[in-house]
């Protein structure tokens, strides 16, 4: 659950922290942000090389649209996160948005 109040916010921050202990050659991130089932926003991130052992960050600060209402978009909200090496796939995940 994300608080109602980050809707009234100018922006909204993503950051991801990842580590790797092995050498990623290409790696790159994609987000997709889907509404009612359909996509949105797509956001494509390249790094590149990851060196082993090392900690990244990644972050995004976006300016907030404010277009609908907290009881259109609560549950409707879905953001699919997944890691790549070059064609290889690392890692999926998915986030339905609740607000309270």
């Not at 922290?17 to 991130?29: K, Y």
């Not at 990644?58 to 300016?63: A, G, L, N």
């Amino acid at each position: 659950m994300l608080p109602k109040s980050l809707l009234k916010a100018k922006a909204v921050a993503r950051k991801i922290i990842f580590h790797s202990t092995d050498i990623i050659e290409n790696f790159h991130v994609q987000q997709l942000v889907s509404y009612n089932d359909k996509v949105i926003e797509v956001w494509n991130y390249r790094f590149g090389f990851v060196i082993p052992g090392s900690t990244n960050t990644w972050e995004v600060v976006t300016e907030s649209a404010k277009i609908l209402p907290l009881k259109m978009i609560s549950g409707k909200v879905v953001i699919f996160t997944s890691f790549w090496d070059g064609d290889t796939p690392l890692c999926v995940s998915k986030i339905r948005l609740f607000y309270s």
